[in-house]
């Protein structure tokens, strides 16, 4: 999945430069997540989840444009998740 494109709505560029977030990590993330989840609220969106440092994960929303464009809707460290991946405890 080397090839995917990743483009991003404006509010996830406004976002992505307020939070520090490099773009790299955001398509490490969409290519080999730690964690899939689908939107309670959309069903064409996709939330990609995994761990950047000791103490965060980062979420990403978004969807499939085609196969090898993922447009990116929003992304945030996540401190809500911390517990529930892969068994982990505070």
């Known amino acids: ?15 992505i430069k307020e939070r520090n977030i490099p773009l790299d ?3 490490n993330i969409i290519t080999n997540p730690e964690l899939i989840e689908s939107d309670k ?4 969106l996709i939330h990609f ?9 980062l979420r990403i929303i978004g969807k499939w444009e085609d196969k090898n464009c ?3 809707v929003s992304c945030f ?3 809500r998740i911390k517990k529930n991946i892969k068994g982990e405890s505070c």
């Open 1 to 15: 999945m080397d090839n995917v494109k990743i483009k991003l709505t404006n509010h996830a560029k406004i976002k």
């Open 77 to 79: 460290l996540d401190r």
């Open 41 to 44: 609220f959309d069903n064409s």
């Open 25 to 27: 990590t955001i398509k």
């Open 49 to 57: 989840i995994s761990k950047v440092d000791n103490n965060h994960y």
């Open 70 to 72: 993922f447009l990116v």
